[in-house]
C-alpha cells in the first residue's frame, strides 16, 4: 500500500510540474511532446486510480481501528484524486487549444505579409 501511495504522490508531483510547463513555456522553440506525455499519463493516472479506489474501496471500506480511523478522510481523498486528474486534463487541453489559436493566427499574420510584400506574386508566376 505504501508503494501505491508513493507512485500515487510522484504522479501528482509529475502532473504538476508537467502542466506548469505546458502553461508557462519556457522558451518559444520547445518541443511540448515530453511535457504533454507527462501530463497526460500522470493526470490519467490519477483519475483512474482514484476512480476505481472510490468505486471499488471508497464506501465499502473498514478501518482497522475505528477509535483511530477519521471518518470519511479516504473517501474525501480519493475524490480529490479524481478531480486533481480532470483538473490536469482539462487545463491541459485548454493552454494546447490556446496554442493552437496562436499558432493560427501567427500563421495567418505571415500569410498576409508575404501577399503584401509582393513575394506571393513572384511564386505565383514562377509556376
Not at 501528482?12 to 506525455?37: E, T
Amino acid at each position: 500500500m505504501a508503494v501505491m501511495d508513493g507512485v500515487t504522490a510522484l504522479m501528482a508531483v509529475a502532473a504538476g510540474a508537467a502542466l506548469l510547463l505546458l502553461v508557462f513555456r519556457g522558451r518559444p522553440g520547445w518541443r511540448l511532446r515530453g511535457p504533454l506525455a507527462v501530463a497526460w499519463t500522470a493526470a490519467g493516472s490519477l483519475f483512474g486510480w482514484g476512480a476505481w479506489q472510490l468505486v471499488a474501496f471508497g464506501t465499502f471500506t473498514a478501518a482497522p481501528d475505528p477509535r483511530r480511523a477519521v471518518p470519511g478522510l479516504l473517501t474525501l481523498v480519493e475524490a480529490a484524486q479524481v478531480v486533481t486528474g480532470l483538473l490536469v486534463l482539462a487545463v491541459g487541453a485548454i493552454a494546447l487549444a490556446e496554442r493552437s489559436a496562436a499558432r493560427a493566427v501567427a500563421d495567418t499574420a505571415w500569410a498576409s505579409a508575404i501577399r503584401r510584400s509582393g513575394r506571393a506574386a513572384d511564386v505565383e508566376s514562377a509556376q
